[in-house]
Structure formats: structure tokens, C-alpha cells
């Protein structure tokens, strides 16, 4: 059964940084992609932030620069440094998981969902 727990999320001023964490059970296909998506308040969810099993990474344009992902394979652990946070960053936070390379940034490909952690950034 695969698992994924978000952790890291929190309340920061403008200007301030977060690391965000996924910790990964169960999954065991070698293809894939893992991404960060995010869902403002009657906003829809979009994907800021993929990387692919050879470890392409990929970003929205609105985070370029200020998003970093990365993963510690043998933490099976995925994770999101956000630097330079704005107000409009306020969202919560998901992880994700799909079988397969490319497409990493597309929600609806994935199959495999966290339960979200919450950033809320003040001005």
C-alpha cells in the first residue's frame, strides 16, 4: 500500500523560507515521477514543482527561482525548499506519486496522493 506524509508546512512572513518533506511507503515501480502540487482557496490545484526517476526536474513558471525540488532515494524522501515566500505561496501543500516519466507537472496523471501540509505566508 503506498503512503505518502507531507511535514515542514507552517506560518512565515514574506520573504521567509520552508523546507517541505514527503516521506514515501510502499511504492515500487523504478519509472516514475514524483511532484509538488498546490491548491489556494477556491483556486484550482496546480503542479509547482516534478521529478522524474532519472531525475529531471521541472517547475512552474511562477516558482522558477524561488522553488527547489529534490529527493533522497534512500530516505525515500521527497522534498521542497521554498525560499523568497510571497502571500500568494499561501496554499496547502501535496505530494504526489505516478508511474511513468513525463507529464510530471499534470495532476491528473498521478495516482497517488498525501493528505497535504498547510503554508500560510503574511505580508
Known amino acids: 500500500q503506498v503512503q505518502l506524509t507531507e511535514s515542514g508546512g507552517g506560518s512565515v512572513q514574506a520573504g521567509g523560507s520552508l523546507r517541505l518533506s514527503c516521506a514515501r511507503t510502499?511504492?515500487?515501480?523504478?519509472?516514475?515521477?514524483m511532484g509538488w502540487f498546490r491548491q489556494a482557496p477556491g483556486k484550482e490545484r496546480e503542479g509547482v514543482a516534478g521529478?522524474?526517476?532519472?531525475?529531471?526536474?521541472t517547475y512552474a513558471d511562477s516558482v522558477k527561482g524561488r522553488f527547489a525540488i529534490s529527493r533522497d532515494n534512500a530516505k525515500n524522501t521527497l522534498y521542497l525548499q521554498i525560499d523568497s515566500l510571497k502571500p500568494e505561496d499561501t496554499a496547502i501543500y501535496y505530494c504526489?506519486?505516478?508511474?511513468?516519466?513525463?507529464?510530471?507537472?499534470?495532476?491528473?496523471?498521478?495516482?497517488?496522493w498525501g493528505q497535504g501540509t498547510q503554508v500560510t505566508v503574511s505580508s
Open positions: 510502499g511504492y515500487r515501480f523504478t519509472v516514475y515521477c
Open positions: 504526489a506519486i505516478k508511474r511513468g516519466n513525463g507529464g510530471c507537472l499534470r495532476d491528473r496523471l498521478y495516482t497517488y
Open positions: 521529478i522524474d526517476s532519472v531525475g529531471m526536474t
